[in-house]
């Protein structure tokens, strides 16, 4: 059992400094530019032969072109203070302010992969994603990055997304949906609910279409999941870790981070294998919801516990298990949509990782997080993460998850380390964005319809 949680139990004790402060901010390229080709050569070297269309795990040669295109791409720290006995340190990985989120970097590797191959060949290319939102909005950013840079133009790069309705409050407006011609090159798809699932329909439809569509317009068909094309990309993770935020001695340090499939730590970790000097295994501690728990669910072996409802308050309660929730609104909820996947295929990577060099696991409901959003923003006040005073205003919950993960587990014992490095991967409110307007996505039911709109695309029309 757990007890309930005292309000303040580990006061904040700020340090006088923020690490952003005294280190060099600059972009990836300027940083770290040959540690990620030698990571995009890594993955390319080890990545299992297919007949699918993927373009080679290279990037374009160096340019101002290139290194403007890359230039929002920024990961750094800053010191969120001390909780408890821990050092709590944040890895901001929101800097692009036309995303506010972690994909950004490897959506434009991806991207700059595609130009690349253009450059090479001169064939076109047409990347196809589902996405539950901020995959779609960073890939989206990084094709109009890629047009505004000079690195390509619609005539040789577009793209096409699929989301859940779900996601739609999260679209993000940007000329690929304002500028009609652009809109009808590159749509961004609705998926209808109580059909299929964004995932199997979109890897059918490219399964069954990629050779016509190639024969019929020139362009090649890029269903780019693929984990190995987020792998390199988050490696940059530990190269940022290495350089701005090395790890002293007998220190012991854990990585928080709100998942869905856990690509961003195991990109981490690939990262530290690449690192010229050997490192302290790195402790994972994983933050998910309740709609999606499956991997905290596997680590500890676990079925979820049983609530029941409290008549007095309202609220579901249970005591059984510490790694859940001891109080929410609905066993049911759905906190985050972003958080999607069920049964993810990396629970037994990341299971080894965790039981062989520690760290743990927690599920967090939209209740704790609401009685925990006044200590969150409260951590968050000297860095560059601005949390809206209303809680009704977030519409990407990813960072107030895992810092409300991280505060449960250290009262609950499942989090005992010297320092934490608090993965950010994505928080934005009404305030940072316009949302695309309903008339401006394609709305689908079925993998015929999606079909449709992508040969529809490669012909710049709309279906």
């Known amino acids: ?44 070297r080890s990545s299992r032969s297919s007949s699918e269309f993927t373009p080679a795990f290279e990037l374009p040669s160096s340019s101002s072109a290139l290194r403007e295109f890359f230039a929002v ?6 010191e969120l203070g001390t909780v408890g006995s821990s050092r709590l340190v944040l890895l901001d990985l929101m800097g692009n302010p036309a995303t506010r989120t972690v994909k950004t970097l490897a959506s434009l590797v991806i991207v700059a992969r595609a130009v690349l191959h253009t450059e090479r060949t001169g064939e076109p290319v047409m990347i196809v994603t589902p996405s539950s939102a901020n995959k779609a909005t960073a890939l989206r950013d990084a094709v109009l990055r890629a047009y505004r840079t000079g690195l390509s133009d619609p005539d040789r790069l577009r793209i096409v997304t699929v989301v859940p309705e779900a996601a739609r409050p999260k679209l993000w407006s940007s000329a690929l949906s304002e500028d009609t011609a652009l809109a009808a ?24 279409i990629a ?7 020139g362009f090649r068909l890029w269903h780019t999941l693929d984990l190995a094309n987020y792998q390199c990309c988050d490696a940059v993770r530990a190269f940022a870790e290495h350089a701005e935020l090395p790890q002293a001695p007998g220190v012991t340090r854990s990585h928080a981070h709100a998942v869905s499939s856990a690509f961003g730590l195991l990109g981490h970790h690939f990262g530290t294998t ?19 728990p499956d991997m905290v669910l596997s680590l500890y072996d676990a079925t979820p516990p049983t609530y029941r409802l409290d008549p007095a308050t309202g609220l579901y309660h249970q005591h059984e298990d510490p790694h859940y929730p001891a109080a929410t609104f609905d066993p049911a909820e759905n906190l985050e949509p972003t958080f999607y996947t069920r049964r993810p295929a990396t629970s037994p990577a990341m299971n080894q990782l965790i ?3 520690g760290g743990g696991g927690v599920v967090v409901s939209l209740h704790e997080c609401l009685s925990r959003y006044s200590e969150t923003r409260a951590l968050l006040a000297d860095t560059a993460v601005e949390l809206p005073a209303d809680p009704r205003h977030l519409r990407e919950w990813s960072l107030v998850m895992v810092l409300t ?21 994505g928080s934005y409110g009404l305030k940072d964005f316009t949302p ?28």
Do not use: W
């Not at 490192?279 to 501690?285: E, G, V």
């Open 1 to 44: 059992m757990h007890p309930p949680r005292a309000h303040c139990a580990h006061p904040i004790r700020r340090r006088s400094t923020l690490i952003s402060d005294v280190l060099h901010r600059g972009d990836v390229l300027t940083k770290y530019e040959d540690q990620l080709r030698q990571a995009l050569s890594q993955v390319g």
């Open 73 to 78: 791409a920024d990961p750094h720290f800053a």
């Open 185 to 208: 090159r590159n749509p961004m798809c609705v998926l209808a609910p109580g059909g299929p699932e964004v995932k199997p329909l979109t890897r059918q439809v490219v399964d069954t």
């Open 211 to 217: 050779q016509e569509l190639a024969a019929r317009t």
């Open 274 to 292: 690449l690192l010229p000097a050997p490192t302290a295994a790195p402790q994972y501690f994983l933050v998910q919801h309740m709609a999606t």
């Open 355 to 357: 039981r062989t060099h």
């Open 405 to 425: 993960g991280v505060l449960t587990g250290m009262e609950r014992g499942l989090l005992d380390t010297d320092e934490v490095v608090v993965h950010g991967s």
């Open 436 to 463: 695309i307007p309903d008339s401006r996505v394609r709305e689908i039911a079925d993998a015929e319809q999606l079909r449709q709109v992508v040969f529809a695309a490669a012909n710049g029309r709309t279906p």
